[in-house]
T-cell receptor, first 111, second 114 residues
Framework: EPEVTQTPSHQVTQMGQEVILRCVPI?????FYWYRQILGQKVEFLVS????????KSEIFDDQFSVERPDGSNFTLKIRSTKLEDSAMYFC?????????FGPGTRLTVL | SQQGEEDPQALSIQEGENATMNCSYK?????LQWYRQNSGRGLVHLIL?????REKHSGRLRVTLDTSKKSSSLLITASRAADTASYFC??????????????FGKGTHLIIQP
């Protein structure tokens, strides 16, 4: 069964560094998403992407964040200058229409 | 903004019993989805119910939706130890533009005692 994959599974970085989180959505899906989950808290929507542009974004998704679909298979989330509070699980998801399928997540630790 | 809120926050039952979790939300929705998350793992999609549907079944899962009360319930019948996980409802608003972000609740942590 097709699934969303994410790399790396765990990323440790120093505060102020840039990180790129990678996702490979399910191949025939058209809509892509990033979410985050701070430890012990709710899953929060960051951004959605369709037809090579941002479709919707939340208040969390500020200028520090950017997304890109650099080729036909990858979907990336870049955090430009990481802060301690960016430490969280980051989930990528994709959908053909409404049902969103999530990847296993990348645990980002900012030191 | 809309929110899904589940109750109870935690539920512990014996294997074989049925587990019922509830979810409430605040604004009009297009769809409501239920997800499962095992500790430290990703979200597994369980079931989607559309705003014009009242009940849906999938295996041992039964989901109901009452849009007049802005609430949904997830029933897991004949629970198994492997059902131990956190369960979340997630809603999306009809914006007409597609690619709607989901709003998640805090989840119900379900423990199945063997």
């Amino acid at each position: 069964e097709p699934e969303v994959t994410q790399t790396p599974s765990h990323q440790v970085t120093q505060m102020g560094q840039e990180v790129i989180l990678r996702c490979v959505p399910i191949s025939n899906h058209l809509y892509f998403y990033w979410y985050r989950q701070i430890l012990g808290q709710k899953v929060e929507f960051l951004v959605s992407f369709y037809n090579n542009e941002i479709s919707e974004k939340s208040e969390i998704f500020d200028d520090q964040f950017s997304v890109e679909r650099p080729d036909g298979s990858n979907f990336t989330l870049k955090i430009r200058s990481t802060k301690l509070e960016d430490s969280a699980m980051y989930f990528c998801a994709s959908s053909e229409v409404n049902t969103q399928y999530f990847g296993p997540g990348t645990r980002l630790t900012v030191l | 903004s809309q929110q899904g809120e589940e109750d109870p926050q935690a539920l512990s039952i014996q294997e074989g019993e049925n587990a019922t979790m509830n979810c409430s939300y605040k604004t009009s929705i297009n769809n409501l989805q239920w997800y499962r998350q095992n500790s430290g793992r990703g979200l597994v999609h369980l079931i989607l119910i559309r705003s014009n549907e009242r009940e849906k079944h999938s295996g041992r899962l039964r989901v109901t939706l009452d849009t007049s009360k802005k609430s949904s319930s997830l029933l897991i019948t004949a629970s198994r130890a492997a059902d131990t996980a956190s369960y979340f409802c997630a809603t999306d608003a009809y914006s007409g533009g597609g690619a709607d972000g989901l709003t998640f609740g805090k989840g119900t942590h379900l423990i199945i005692q063997p």
